[in-house]
């Protein structure tokens, strides 16, 4: 099973593939669409942004336990890693590359003189801090959580650290630039998505670890911002 990394059936029903692709549909639809709807509410970011955007993540968080611990959706979990790797695709190792894209280009941007909310200086210290507070939970609940990855590798698998990685970028790129440039948002949200698809598609992550990892990136970043912004 999913904390055991067993085999499992291969037996793949029209109602198991149904719940895979919401499940990939959740990924890749609506993190995006979450980015644009709340894009246009930017500077500055308002008491209640600051707390819808907490508990959105703290409920990504929730859904990655419940895909871990939950047997009926842990299920849909093992039918979306069984469906994946059944053929034994080839690994794209892009998203070990990918994931930093969102995190470089704030400061890339701003170093060509195109600021978002914040100067160079603040911009580092948020990045800076929303990095640090996020590891440190990160690595908590991976040595905490101590859950086997699919491919039975290591026993470090939730949450994805990609995944927080490139939404802790995202997430920054939404509040220093979503307000004038909500394109720069969507896109940032795009790359951060693409990234927990592929870490599921290279059988590294279960798609619980790929939604907590969001989640914790989103987190983090909010907390830090609502601190010090």
């Known amino acids: 099973d999913y904390l055991s990394g067993g085999s499992h059936t291969e037996e793949r029903s029209a109602d198991t593939v149904k719940k895979y692709v919401l499940i990939i ?16 509410v930017i500077p500055p970011a308002s008491l209640g942004e600051n707390i819808t955007m907490s508990a959105t993540s703290t409920g990504l968080i929730g859904l990655g336990l419940v895909a871990a611990y939950q047997p009926d959706v842990n299920n849909w979990a093992v039918a979306l890693r069984d469906e994946v790797t059944f053929y034994d695709p080839p690994r794209l190792e892009f998203d070990n590359y990918l994931q930093y894209l969102p995190a470089v280009t704030p400061v890339v941007l701003n170093l060509c003189g195109f ?48 995944t927080f990685t490139a939404f802790v970028g995202a997430e920054i790129i939404r509040r220093e630039y979503g307000k004038e440039h909500p394109w720069l948002a969507v896109a940032a949200y795009s790359v951060a998505t693409l990234v927990g698809i592929m870490r599921v598609y290279n059988n590294r992550h279960w798609a619980g670890d790929v939604l907590a990892g969001a989640g914790l990136g989103i987190l983090s970043t909010s907390l830090v911002y609502w601190v010090l912004d």
């Open 25 to 40: 549909l959740f990924m890749a639809v609506l993190l995006p669409a979450h980015a644009q709807d709340t894009c246009d």
């Open 115 to 162: 600021e978002g909310r914040h100067d160079m200086k603040k911009l580092l210290l948020l990045e800076g801090g929303s990095y640090l507070l996020g590891s440190g939970w990160l690595n908590a609940f991976k040595y905490g959580f101590a859950l086997k990855r699919p491919d039975h590798s290591a026993n470090n698998s939730f949450p994805s650290g990609h």
